[in-house]
Nanobody, 121 residues
Framework: QVQLVESGGGLVQPGGSLRLSCAASGSFFSINAMAWYRQAPGKQRELVASITTGGSTKGADSVKGRFTISRDNAKNTVYLQMNSLKPEDTAVYYC???????????????WGQGTQVTVSS
């Protein structure tokens, strides 16, 4: 059974920084793309940033220049460095990973349990 465990959320003042981490554990062959999503109260879940195995990244326009996604393939971990945080960044942040169980196998999407990020003075 694959688990994604997130950490690093919390309360921060506007303009502050937080770093989220998400570690994958369990028995699997490989992790393909990894990503961070967020969901604010009353809104749909949205993609924040994604990263391929090779390190290519994409990010939402709302976070470009402020958030950076990275990964450590040896640790099966993805990170989200969030700088210059704004109140509108307040949301539950979810980690996502596409995992295969054997070479050339199907991709299965897994989600973390979510971590709360609150930006408020």
């Amino acid at each position: 059974q694959v688990q994604l465990v997130e950490s690093g959320g919390g309360l921060v003042q506007p303009g502050g920084s937080l770093r989220l981490s998400c570690a994958a554990s369990g028995s699997f062959f490989s992790i393909n793309a990894m990503a961070w999503y967020r969901q604010a109260p009353g809104k749909q879940r949205e993609l924040v940033a994604s990263i391929t195995t090779g390190g290519s990244t994409k990010g939402a326009d709302s976070v470009k220049g402020r958030f950076t996604i990275s990964r450590d393939n040896a640790k099966n971990t993805v990170y989200l460095q969030m700088n210059s945080l704004k109140p509108e960044d307040t949301a539950v942040y979810y980690c996502n990973a596409d995992i295969t169980y054997y070479s050339g196998g199907n991709l299965y999407a897994y989600w973390g349990q979510g971590t709360q990020v609150t930006v408020s003075s």
